[in-house]
């Protein structure tokens, strides 16, 4: 397990320094299990630190699985991993050699039929956060390249599945470690979809209140 200061979400893909001895061991020996994907978990640090041990972890996590590995010469890697799947930790267990834990996979819970159209929220969610960016840029609150062109070329950056698509436009989205943390916790897509609404109520009052 690999806990960070945040959370990491389905379909997103984050970049890693690994350097602490104990995560150089894990990486390690996901190498030497010769295993056609290497994956292991990423959970929220809730307090504490990164470095040095001693935080008080999350039990809601995602399993990442490395795309990219560089070997640098003083024994630190250099990781992309890609967000894969939602798990759930069921048992934490001793952190010799490092972090480690019994996870199972945590799926959405079904959505019963017709409460949620196939497509109907990642559009409403993709004109909103665009909306969003764009007007925070305008006033100087984000760089221009954190903008996507359009709703469009947005919308053209997620995955057909829902599910997957409302995770990744969570990583769009100018939210903090704490709501992503939430949606990755709410047990069902229309939950999802609902509290990441709320989230986008609350930055979107934020910044009227920052500007007034």
């Given at each position: 397990m690999f806990p960070l200061g945040a959370p990491l979400l389905p379909g997103s893909t984050i970049r890693l320094q690994v350097f602490e001895p104990r995560y150089r061991a894990m990486i390690s020996d996901l190498l030497a299990d010769d295993a056609p994907e290497l994956e292991f978990g990423v959970v929220l640090i809730e307090r504490g630190h990164e470095v040095g041990?001693?935080?008080?972890?999350?039990?809601?996590?995602?399993?990442?699985r490395i795309l990219d590995l560089q070997s640098l010469p003083d024994g630190r890697y250099g990781l992309t991993v890609l967000g894969v799947k939602r798990v759930?930790?069921?048992?934490?267990?001793?952190d010799d050699p490092y972090?480690?834990?019994?996870?199972?996979?945590?799926?959405?819970?079904?959505?019963?039929?017709?409460?949620?159209?196939?497509?109907?929220?990642?559009?409403?969610?993709?004109?909103?956060?665009?909306?969003?960016?764009?007007?925070?840029?305008?006033?100087?609150?984000?760089?221009?390249?954190?903008?996507?062109?359009?709703?469009?070329?947005?919308?053209?950056?997620?995955?057909d599945d829902v599910s997957l698509a409302v995770y990744q436009l969570a990583a769009y989205a100018p939210f903090g470690p704490a709501d992503r943390a939430?949606?990755?916790?709410?047990?069902?897509?229309?939950?999802?979809?609902?509290?990441?609404?709320?989230?986008?109520?609350?930055?979107?009052?934020?910044?009227?209140?920052?500007?007034?």
């Open positions: 041990g001693g935080d008080v972890r999350g039990d809601i996590g995602c399993r990442a759930r930790v069921t048992e934490w267990l001793a972090p480690r834990a019994h996870v199972e996979d945590w799926p959405d819970t079904p959505v019963p039929h017709g409460t949620v159209a196939a497509n109907q929220p990642v559009g409403a969610l993709v004109e909103r956060i665009t909306t969003l960016l764009t007007d925070m840029a305008e006033h100087g609150e984000l760089p221009p390249a954190a903008v996507p062109p359009t709703a469009a070329a947005l919308a053209a950056r997620l995955a939430r949606l990755l916790a709410v047990p069902g897509l229309s939950d999802r979809v609902v509290a990441f609404g709320e989230a986008l109520d609350d930055v979107e009052a934020a910044a009227k209140f920052r500007r007034s």
